[in-house]
């Protein structure tokens, strides 16, 4: 009889425990009070400070004609209640700008991105929460300063920030970039922006590992270094086509073609350590994709016709004892799906090998080990000391390379 009572007693109390458990957030925040930023931008300011702007919710509850975006990715729908700027600068925040229905811009000015995101708590009737971002854009001046690293880990380590958010670099004023950056095709801005970068991602116009946590991790690494994207306007002037190149063999902004979408996503922000020492155009991109072995469904343009790279494709790379040579193989089918076949599988392979190799020797003179040839050379080392003395970046730039393409057209 005592045995039942106690276990009687014992699963009231377990019952007890998990009610309080369940009654309330553990110091959550309502939706409600929060500012859920989708976009942020930082540019260099003067005197070493920093413009921090963040797209994000405005939070007003009436539904928009282009679909609803809620804090956590759906639900709440949100409208603009006007367009225009409202309200005027006030110490080091700028005007808050209503960009377009759903959704305002703010910005602040000072030492850090932590600064600068605390002012806007602190005169915005909102807590400034990242978990929704999806985009971080950094002026190429800033990007190409130490200043990088510290500013990223910075952000990833405030307001429970999405490390899954891309990191991009774009020539232009990075706040007038996201204020550019808009919804189309009838989605909301959260979702169009996870759509835009799984499709560049795709067809390898893009670098496979741009999200923030990635960028971090390749930046602390001595074995490997990071790739961001790269991404600029484009005021739909320029009607230059290269003549014998590829459409997409060029830098973001300079696209002779019009869209909705007036900012270009092509290409690479490369990186040696924290700054960023170099660009590669889409193409190069491509081949960067390839040779890192995480090319998807690559198009390439050979001779007039158009062939679609095989999800099937093997790469092995490695580092020959001797030599020192930098060596990657590769072996991939490809299918022709557009125009008429001109050259054989042992053409289409040289002119693969070429260009692979050529942006491999782009990459050293970047002092960029994106591939991470450095993991390979790292296990010959017995430990840190004697890893740290082979001075890998100097041995990295200055090795030889080979590229070896096996290619079966079906």
């Given at each position: 009889?005592?045995?039942?009572?106690a276990?009687?007693?014992?699963?009231?109390?377990?019952?007890?425990?998990?009610?309080?458990?369940?009654?309330?957030?553990?110091?959550?925040?309502?939706?409600?009070?929060?500012?859920?930023v989708?976009?942020?931008?930082?540019?260099?300011?003067?005197?070493?400070?920093?413009?921090?702007?963040?797209?994000?919710?405005?939070?007003?509850?009436?539904?928009?004609?282009?679909?609803?975006?809620?804090?956590?990715?759906?639900?709440?729908?949100?409208?603009?209640?006007?367009?225009?700027?409202?309200?005027?600068?006030?110490?080091?925040?700028?005007?808050?700008?209503?960009?377009?229905?759903?959704?305002?811009?703010?910005?602040?000015?000072?030492?850090?991105?932590?600064?600068?995101?605390?002012?806007?708590?602190?005169?915005?009737?909102?807590?400034?929460?990242?978990?929704?971002?999806?985009?971080?854009?950094?002026?190429?001046?800033?990007?190409?300063?130490?200043?990088?690293?510290?500013?990223?880990?910075?952000?990833?380590?405030?307001?429970?920030?999405?490390?899954?958010?891309?990191?991009?670099?774009?020539?232009?004023?990075?706040?007038?970039?996201?204020?550019?950056?808009r919804?189309i095709?009838?989605?909301?801005?959260?979702?169009?922006?996870?759509?835009?970068?799984?499709h560049?991602?795709?067809?390898?116009?893009?670098?496979?590992?741009?999200?923030?946590?990635?960028?971090?991790?390749?930046?602390?690494s001595?074995?490997?270094?990071?790739?961001?994207?790269?991404?600029?306007?484009?005021?739909?002037?320029?009607?230059?086509?290269?003549?014998?190149?590829?459409?997409?063999?060029?830098?973001?902004?300079h696209?002779?073609?019009?869209?909705?979408?007036?900012?270009?996503?092509?290409?690479?922000a490369?990186?040696?350590?924290?700054?960023?020492?170099?660009?590669?155009?889409?193409?190069?991109?491509?081949?960067?994709?390839?040779?890192?072995?995480?090319?998807?469904?690559?198009?390439?343009f050979?001779?007039g016709?158009?062939y679609?790279?095989?999800?099937?494709?093997?790469?092995?790379?490695?580092?020959?004892?001797?030599?020192?040579?930098?060596?990657?193989?590769?072996?991939?089918?490809?299918?022709?799906?557009?125009?008429?076949?001109?050259?054989?599988?042992?053409?289409?392979?040289?002119?693969?090998?070429?260009?692979?190799?050529?942006?491999?020797?782009?990459?050293?003179?970047?002092?960029?080990?994106?591939?991470?040839?450095?993991?390979?050379?790292?296990?010959?080392?017995?430990?840190?000391?004697?890893?740290?003395?082979?001075g890998?970046?100097?041995?990295?730039v200055?090795?030889?390379v080979?590229?070896?393409?096996?290619?079966?057209v079906l």
């Amino acid at each position: 009889m005592n045995h039942v009572c106690a276990k009687t007693t014992a699963i009231v109390l377990m019952l007890c425990v998990c009610l309080a458990l369940l009654g309330g957030c553990g110091g959550g925040q309502e939706i409600e009070s929060c500012l859920f930023v989708l976009a942020m931008a930082i540019d260099p300011a003067p005197d070493g400070n920093l413009t921090v702007t963040v797209k994000a919710l405005s939070g007003t509850q009436e539904a928009t004609g282009g679909g609803s975006e809620s804090a956590s990715g759906e639900g709440t729908s949100e409208d603009s209640g006007g367009g225009g700027e409202q309200g005027g600068s006030m110490g080091g925040i700028s005007a808050l700008e209503q960009a377009e229905p759903g959704y305002i811009v703010l910005s602040a000015t000072a030492s850090s991105c932590l600064r600068a995101l605390s002012l806007l708590s602190a005169t915005t009737p909102r807590n400034v929460n990242l978990s929704q971002l999806r985009e971080v854009v950094i002026n190429r001046t800033l990007a190409e300063s130490d200043a990088t690293l510290s500013i990223l880990k910075e952000i990833h380590s405030m307001y429970n920030a999405n490390g899954g958010a891309i990191v991009v670099v774009t020539p232009d004023d990075a706040g007038d970039f996201i204020r550019r950056q808009r919804a189309i095709l009838g989605i909301r801005l959260s979702k169009y922006l996870e759509v835009l970068f799984d499709h560049f991602a795709e067809i390898d116009t893009i670098p496979p590992d741009a999200q923030l946590s990635a960028v971090i991790a390749a930046m602390e690494s001595s074995t490997i270094d990071a790739t961001a994207v790269y991404a600029a306007g484009n005021n739909f002037e320029n009607t230059l086509v290269l003549p014998g190149t590829s459409e997409t063999d060029r830098l973001p902004g300079h696209l002779p073609r019009t869209s909705p979408a007036e900012n270009e996503y092509l290409g690479s922000a490369l990186f040696s350590g924290p700054r960023m020492t170099g660009v590669l155009t889409g193409d190069e991109t491509g081949f960067l994709c390839l040779m890192m072995g995480k090319a998807k469904t690559r198009t390439s343009f050979i001779n007039g016709a158009q062939y679609k790279t095989n999800l099937s494709t093997r790469v092995v790379r490695n580092i020959d004892k001797q030599t020192g040579t930098l060596d990657i193989r590769i072996s991939m089918n490809m299918t022709l799906i557009a125009g008429e076949e001109s050259q054989t599988a042992g053409h289409i392979a040289a002119q693969i090998e070429e260009g692979a190799a050529n942006v491999l020797r782009k990459l050293q003179t970047a002092s960029c080990d994106a591939i991470g040839f450095g993991r390979i050379a790292v296990r010959r080392s017995l430990d840190i000391p004697g890893w740290e003395s082979i001075g890998w970046e100097n041995v990295y730039v200055d090795s030889p390379v080979k590229v070896t393409v096996r290619v079966d057209v079906l």
